[in-house]
T-cell receptor
Framework: AQKVTQAQTEISVVEKEDVTLDCVYE???????LFWYKQPPSGELVFLIR??????QNEISGRYSWNFQKSTSSFNFTITASQVVDSAVYFC????????????FGTGTRLQVFP | DAGVIQSPRHEVTEMGQEVTLRCKPI?????LFWYRQTMMRGLELLIY????????DSGMPEDRFSAKMPNASFSTLKIQPSEPRDSAVYFC?????????????FGPGTRLTVT
C-alpha cells in the first residue's frame, strides 16, 4: 500500500527560527517521486519541489532545503530563518513512476510563524 | 501562460440544488484531477482524467457526483442533488504527460457552501 504520513499536525515557531517538517512514506515501487506543496492562507496549493527516488542528494533553494533518505523512507523539509510569510499548510505527496497516475497526499502540517 | 482556471470561486446553494464546477486546464496538460478538501478529511482525490478519459473515479463519494471532460480544455464536476456535507473547497489540478513535467498544478479552488 502507498501511504504518506505527516505526523506533525501543527507547528508554531517564532520568526527567524529554523523548522523541519517531517514526511514519511510507504511504497512498494522501486521508482517513485516525492513532492512538497505549500498552501498559504489564500488557499491555492503551490508546488515546491519534486524528487526522483534515484536521486538522494539533498536540495537547497534559498531558505528551503529538503533531506531525502531512502533508508528511513523520509523526505523532510527544512525552512531556515523562518518568516511570517512561511505560515501555511505544507503537504508532502508520493507519486508513482507513471505521470498519468494519482499522487498520494499526506494530511498536511500547519506551520505558524509568529513575529 | 495562465494557470489552471476554476469557476466559480465561491458558490452558495441550497440543499437539493444542482451545482456545476468548472475547470480549464493549463494548455498542453493532458492529465486533470479533481480534489476535495475539508477540515475533517483533508485533501481527497475524487477523479482524474488522462487525455480526456476518466482513469480512476474511485474517490467519487456517491452517484450524486459526476465529472466530465468533453475536450482537452474543459472539465466539469457536477453534484446533483447537493447536500450540506458536500460543503468543501474543490480543487482542479493538471499535469503534463510529456517528459519530466510531472508535478500537478492546482487551480485556486471553488469554495462550495450548501445550506
Amino acid at each position: 500500500a502507498q501511504k504518506v504520513t505527516q505526523a506533525q499536525t501543527e507547528i508554531s515557531v517564532v520568526e527567524k527560527e529554523d523548522v523541519t517538517l517531517d514526511c514519511v512514506y510507504e511504497t512498494r515501487d522501486t521508482t517513485y517521486y516525492l513532492f512538497w506543496y505549500k498552501q498559504p492562507p489564500s488557499g491555492e496549493l503551490v508546488f515546491l519541489i519534486r524528487r526522483n527516488s534515484f536521486d538522494e542528494q539533498n536540495e537547497i533553494s534559498g531558505r528551503y532545503s529538503w533531506n531525502f533518505q531512502k533508508s528511513t523512507s523520509s523526505f523532510n523539509f527544512t525552512i531556515t530563518a523562518s518568516q511570517v510569510v512561511d505560515s501555511a499548510v505544507y503537504f508532502c505527496a508520493l507519486g508513482p513512476p507513471y505521470n498519468t497516475d494519482k499522487l498520494i497526499f499526506g494530511t498536511g502540517t500547519r506551520l505558524q510563524v509568529f513575529p | 501562460d495562465a494557470g489552471v482556471i476554476q469557476s466559480p470561486r465561491h458558490e452558495v446553494t441550497e440543499m437539493g440544488q444542482e451545482v456545476t464546477l468548472r475547470c480549464k486546464p493549463i494548455s498542453g496538460h493532458n492529465s486533470l484531477f479533481w480534489y476535495r478538501q475539508t477540515m475533517m478529511r483533508g485533501l481527497e482525490l475524487l477523479i482524474y482524467f488522462n487525455n480526456n478519459v476518466p482513469i480512476d473515479d474511485s474517490g467519487m463519494p456517491e452517484d450524486r457526483f459526476s465529472a466530465k471532460m468533453p475536450n482537452a480544455s474543459f472539465s466539469t464536476l457536477k453534484i446533483q442533488p447537493s447536500e450540506p456535507r458536500d460543503s468543501a473547497v474543490y480543487f482542479c489540478a493538471t499535469a503534463s504527460g510529456v517528459g519530466k513535467s510531472y508535478e500537478q498544478y492546482f487551480g485556486p479552488g471553488t469554495r462550495l457552501t450548501v445550506t
